[in-house]
């Protein structure tokens, strides 16, 4: 799973996420969509804000049911600790 975002001639591209297994995919995009509005409303630069939306979509993955139940300073440990 990865994004890539053109903006004004600029190029951004999320890190690249794999897993082998998957709990459930419901409630990804709802977890990517409050990762961008997160990142918006915090004024986060524009790679900063992708990494985070992708991030939190990405760990959606391995929670069962619609509901996310990370905290944004779990999204943040994350993206800093996978690679």
Known sequence: MFLNFVDNNNFYSSATYS????????GCIDS??????YGIYNHLPFQQ???FAAGA????LF????????????IKSFLQHYH
């Open 19 to 26: 897993s082998d297994t998957i709990t459930g995919k419901s």
């Open 49 to 51: 804000l992708i990494n």
């Open 63 to 74: 929670i069962k049911g619609e509901a996310m139940n990370k905290t944004v300073d779990e």
């Open 57 to 60: 979509a990405f760990q959606k």
């Open 32 to 37: 990517f969509m409050a990762g961008l509005i």
